[in-house]
């Protein structure tokens, strides 16, 4: 039996948003942007209707959301669509790979970059921040959950301290979206990242929430376009738009939101019985992250003693990654574990991310087979936690 606790990397997508989409894949296969018949005109009204969907799950108005290729695409247009050389950017050294590298390239076009240190839990404190932001500073980016450890930072309080200075805050919420409360208005964000595979909706869509009533003392955002064409998104991201995945989106983030608490509480205990399934088996196990503020689904450990790699290749029954899956594309450590504090030789990180088809059966027998490799494994002489 395969057990998939790999979650954070992608989610499968849900038999409910499949039917959805499907009619926009065979006979409604219409182009919104045709508006001179009726194949246009059903595209657009199911491209809005997504928009309205996914615009109430996370508290925002229709006309907020712009849809994109994925969260990878909405971090860099918020970044590259906002500074120019001469501004001051401010983010943090857990983020994902799709705002560092953005930054890094920002940086080189004469933007100045402040990386914030975090942590040894993985969370950006706020004092860091209102130390870091100057006169020049244009945006504050900071995710709202780590994709690799699952910690939650406290991202009303961080917008709170930009307001204070003018500047306006982005955030990437992708593997938020789905397993804790999103909602714009509560965190005071100007921007946010969206993902559809993160939430069991289909890959190569995403979105980006840009908010139209600036908050007091901030000035309004509005990314310019980074892609040139027909003007679609209301002038500001061209490109036919990807109308059975939007589909799937609206209805992928609508179902999310319904499932929540619920959801996130029974998805909590199956990753607690998890953690002490692997703890009463390896002495010295250690948690990576914020034992409390985190995802109900993600649980990062450290196994003492032996190599990630040889882990995870001696239990090919379970599903689980090194860290997020672009930094598996990597070598070398992970750098949000390298920012916390947490890298230590001979021990093997994992994180194991759940979801809403795990069972408590799966849980249980990924435990045993993860303890059974382990003790497999572990050498004698191995580290002391």
């Known amino acids: 039996m395969e057990i998939y606790l790999d979650y954070n990397a992608t989610t499968p997508l849900d038999e409910r948003v499949l039917e959805a989409m499907l009619p926009y894949l065979r006979e409604r296969f219409g182009n919104p942007a045709s508006a001179a018949h009726p194949f246009g005109w059903e595209a657009q009204a199911a491209t809005e209707l997504a928009r309205e969907e996914l615009a109430g799950a996370i508290g925002a108005s229709p006309e907020e959301i712009l849809f994109t290729s994925g969260a990878t695409e909405s971090d860099n247009w918020a970044l590259k669509g906002l500074l120019r050389p001469g501004d001051h950017l401010v983010t943090a050294a857990t983020e994902h790979e799709a705002v560092l590298e953005a930054a890094r390239s920002l940086s080189r076009a004469g933007v100045r970059v402040t990386v914030l240190p975090v942590d040894g839990r993985g969370v950006v404190r706020p004092e860091a921040l209102r130390e870091a932001l100057s006169p020049e500073t244009r945006l504050v980016s900071v995710m709202l959950a780590n994709n690799e450890t699952g910690t939650l930072n406290p991202v ?177 450590p992970s750098h949000v574990l390298e920012a916390m504090g947490a890298v230590r030789e001979d021990w093997a990180a994992v994180r194991f991310s759940l979801g809403r088809f795990t069972t408590r059966e799966e849980v249980e027998r990924a435990a045993e087979l993860v303890v059974r490799a382990w003790r497999g494994l572990a050498v004698s002489g191995a580290p002391n936690p």
């Open 156 to 332: 009303r309080e961080l917008a709170e301290v930009a307001h204070e200075r003018g500047v306006p805050l982005h955030t990437d919420a992708a593997q938020a979206l789905g397993k804790v409360p999103v909602d714009v208005g509560r965190l005071g964000v100007d921007l946010m990242s969206l993902s559809a595979h993160k939430c069991y909706g289909p890959k190569g869509v995403g979105a980006l929430y840009v908010r139209r009533r600036p908050h007091p003392g901030v000035r309004r955002v509005r990314p310019l376009p980074l892609l040139d064409g027909g003007g679609q998104e209301r002038g500001l991201r061209s490109g036919t738009l990807n109308v059975p995945g939007i589909v799937g989106f609206g209805r992928a983030a609508a179902l999310a939101a319904e499932a929540l608490p619920e959801e996130a509480r029974r998805i909590s205990s199956l990753r607690e019985a998890l953690f002490e399934g692997l703890r009463a088996g390896v002495p010295g196990l250690r948690l990576n992250g914020h034992p409390d503020l985190r995802l109900p689904n993600t649980l990062n450990v450290s196994f003492p003693g032996v190599e990630v790699g040889e882990l995870l290749g001696a239990v090919p029954e379970v599903a689980a990654s090194a860290g997020s899956a672009c930094a598996s594309l990597r070598a070398g």
